[in-house]
């Protein structure tokens, strides 16, 4: 084993291909690369969900109906038969040892007619119910015990006796599966690198590498796998610690244009609006001046509710940036954002004569001197003209896709191209000026969570909303409530307002559907989604609402239709707008005073709260009616979403029932969506964030750390954060 040239041998092997590998079939490669599973490694690091506990194993003499037991016995016979009238398969067997025997019944299991023979030795674990037979195991797990197996894994009881580990599966592949193939590879690890120094394993009393794996995989008690779990979330939340420290220090290395804060100009923008602005709002233009009139470039969040003024600051900044001679690029997740970015930033800015265009996969409207471009992802695939601003702010960053906050990224390093009188760029420092760089989310992110996600970010929080804001007032509805419900939305319309009718998200019925889906196959999905629009929209038409106007908005349709059907809505033409959730930001429709969000239950919270403030951003009361499905139960989400004054306050609620993952969809993680687990511990999130910094001190480079090193660099090229 300590043999260097072995060692050599044995590394690669973590990185081979998964379908290189012995007993891994050619028809279970698509399944395991849906989990992200394609080499070793990523199946060894493939960790359970969560783990079930299967009792000692005992005599079937000594089996009790009503009890869950395990039992292992050889099988005198198994046969199966369809019943006459439902047609479900059913597989029966005869078990015996010593003691006894016992009889087990499968339902729509046909292939165990195949799988165990008569004669073989299994064990079975699964609750005992008493039979016209006597008594019967139901539905139980199983596995046959053979010399193969524990040979290969060096136990029997993979699958039916103790702790047994319950992973993320697919369509094509079981945690059984798994659990087979994770057992047979373990002892890959035994050479592998422990990325964390043994001084960090001791201060914080942590297991090491090879020991983690396996009490993870599989684990002798609870608390030995809760222990190996923390080990992995340190270890990943440590690397999102280091990169965020990289990234600081990478930037404070690098040069920006200085923007200087112009207080009379500030001051002559504020007095120009229409509102007055919340002391949240002018501390945060006060630090985004005052970060970009520095020569290092500016890395800001802008964290803000729902309605809390976000695009009064940013076009704040943009003033700031164009009165000092540079260029602007504002970027949205969606067209109909983009849009309403360019209507608002053109009416705030108008007094000030700064050129504003629009670039969407659609349109182009602007020019080489157009000061300020709003637009797309289309911005990104225009990097000659992403490299002349030095100001550059993104709207909901985390709702664009892996690749396009990869290719942000990259944009983002072409920095600002200064130029000599001979058409040369200017070089500091042997490097290109980087743009000051604003990122806005309407996502409220509790504290722990933004110092745990966003450590290379400063943060700006606006905490307060409009004085002329009034809290939405919102309702669970019931179905017999329902009539209500209706009689108030028309008395609304009947009073000049306006209301939102927001169809439920489509769940695919099985999981062969959502898999399809995943694989980019969209189309009937996207179906079922306008088929639901255009069913509610017949319904409230002729049923409900024949006297309204009544319009409806769906993923089909395209950009020139939406546009109309929202300029007749933002016109008042319409009455009521039904739609998916297409509208989830970016519209802005003062006179709109309900939301009515049918299927309530199948959206995430975070979701939830940005559909209620599409309403409220007027000076009348608004509501919001949460419609649950018929047969889906009244959550602890809905009254969370109900009971909460704020968003920031619901994202506290949020972490608390469901955890950050639902606040930031684990999807986008890349790698560290094991960290999420653990920023709900302040005091995990501290002893993480000092460790770091201590190692960092020790060696800037992470020479003195190569295994380290190369983890934390494995891990920046899947990571795409906020």
């Not at 940013?314 to 983009?338: F, H, N, S, Y």
């Not at 995430?604 to 419609?627: I, K, M, N, T």
């Not at 969370?640 to 949020?654: P, S, W």
Request: a positive charge; charged letters at 25%; aromatic letters at 6%.
């Amino acid at each position: 084993m300590n043999n260097p040239a072995q060692k050599q041998m044995r590394a690669p092997i973590l990185d081979a291909p998964i379908a290189s590998l012995p007993k891994v079939s050619r028809a279970i490669l698509p399944a395991l690369k849906r989990l992200g599973i394609e080499t070793l490694r990523d199946l060894l690091f493939h960790f359970p969900a969560r783990y079930e506990e299967f009792p000692a194993e005992r005599p079937i003499a000594r089996v009790a109906a009503g009890e869950s037991v395990t039992i292992k016995g050889v099988i005198q016979r198994i046969s199966g038969f369809r019943t006459p009238r439902k047609g479900m398969h059913i597989t029966e067997a005869a078990i015996a040892d010593a003691s006894g025997m016992i009889q087990a019944v499968w339902f729509n299991q046909r292939f165990l007619e195949q799988n165990l023979k008569e004669g073989s030795i299994v064990r079975l674990s699964g609750k005992v119910v008493r039979g016209t037979r006597g008594l019967t195991l139901q539905n139980p797990s199983h596995e046959k015990v053979t010399s193969d197996l524990r040979q290969a894994t060096g136990s029997s009881d993979t699958h039916t006796e103790g702790l047994v580990a319950i992973y993320p599966e697919t369509y094509g592949i079981t945690s059984r599966w798994l659990r087979f193939l994770i057992r047979t590879y373990i002892g890959a690890t035994s050479d592998m690198p422990d990325p964390l120094p043994q001084e960090t394993l001791a201060r914080h009393g942590l297991p090491p590498l090879t020991s983690a794996l396996r009490a993870i995989h599989t684990p002798d008690t609870r608390e030995s796998a809760l222990r190996a779990e923390k080990r992995f979330i340190f270890e990943e939340m440590l690397l999102l610690q280091m990169h965020s420290l990289r990234e600081r220090a990478r930037l404070k290395a690098r040069r920006a244009r200085e923007i200087p804060f112009d207080v009379p100009l500030v001051k002559e923008f504020v007095i120009s609006l229409p509102f007055r602005l919340t002391d949240a709002q002018r501390r945060a233009i006060w630090e985004i001046g005052h970060d970009m009139a520095k020569d290092q470039p500016m890395n800001r969040l802008l964290e803000g509710d729902v309605g809390s003024g976000k695009t009064v600051v940013a076009a704040a900044a943009a003033l700031l940036a164009v009165r000092a001679g540079g260029r602007v690029a504002c970027m949205a997740p969606t067209e109909i954002l983009a849009r309403q970015h360019h209507a608002t930033f053109t009416s705030i800015l108008a007094p000030f004569h700064a050129t504003i265009g629009l670039l969407t996969g659609a349109k182009k409207e602007y020019g080489a001197l157009t000061d300020i471009v709003i637009g797309t992802h289309a911005l990104l695939h225009r990097e000659k003209d992403f490299a002349d601003f030095n100001l550059v702010i993104v709207d909901e960053q985390h709702r664009f896709g892996v690749s396009q906050r990869a290719a942000l990224t990259r944009n983002k390093e072409l920095g600002i191209r200064n130029n000599d009188k001979s058409g040369h760029p200017i070089i500091h420092n042997s490097q290109f000026l980087l743009p000051h760089f604003l990122s806005m989310t309407a996502t409220p992110i509790p504290r722990t969570l933004a110092l745990a996600v966003y450590g290379d970010l400063d943060l700006s929080l606006l905490d307060e909303m409009p004085q002329n804001r009034k809290e939405i007032i919102t309702r669970i509805v019931s179905p017999g409530k329902r009539r209500e419900a209706y009689a108030f939305i028309r008395a609304e319309v009947s009073r000049g307002r306006q209301a939102f009718v927001i169809c439920p998200r489509i769940e695919t019925p099985n999981q062969e559907a959502r898999i399809k889906n995943q694989e980019g196959q969209q189309k009937s999905l996207l179906a079922a989604e306008v088929k639901t629009v255009m069913d509610e929209y017949k319904k409230l038409t002729t049923e409900i609402f024949p006297d309204l106007r009544i319009a409806m908005l769906h993923g089909r349709m395209k950009a020139k239709e939406k546009d109309a059907i929202m300029q007749k809505f933002r016109s008042r033409d319409t009455d009521i707008l039904v739609s998916t959730s297409v509208i989830e930001v970016g519209v802005d429709i003062p006179n709109a005073t309900i939301m009515m969000i049918e299927g309530a239950d199948r959206f995430g919270l975070a979701q939830l709260h940005q559909f209620r403030g599409r309403v409220g951003r007027g000076s009348d009361q608004s509501y919001c009616f949460l419609f649950p499905t018929e047969d889906g139960a009244v959550s602890r989400r809905l009254h969370a979403v109900a009971n909460a004054k704020n968003g920031f306050e619901l994202a506290e609620k949020d972490l608390a029932i469901r955890g950050p993952g639902d606040i930031f969809g684990t999807r986008q993680w890349g790698e560290a969506g094991l960290a999420i687990r653990g920023v709900r511990d302040p005091k995990l999130v501290r002893d993480v964030r000092q460790e770091a910094v201590e190692l960092v001190k020790k060696s800037p480079d992470l020479s003195a750390y190569p295994a380290l090193a190369e983890r934390l660099a494995r891990m920046e090229k899947t990571l795409h954060l906020e």
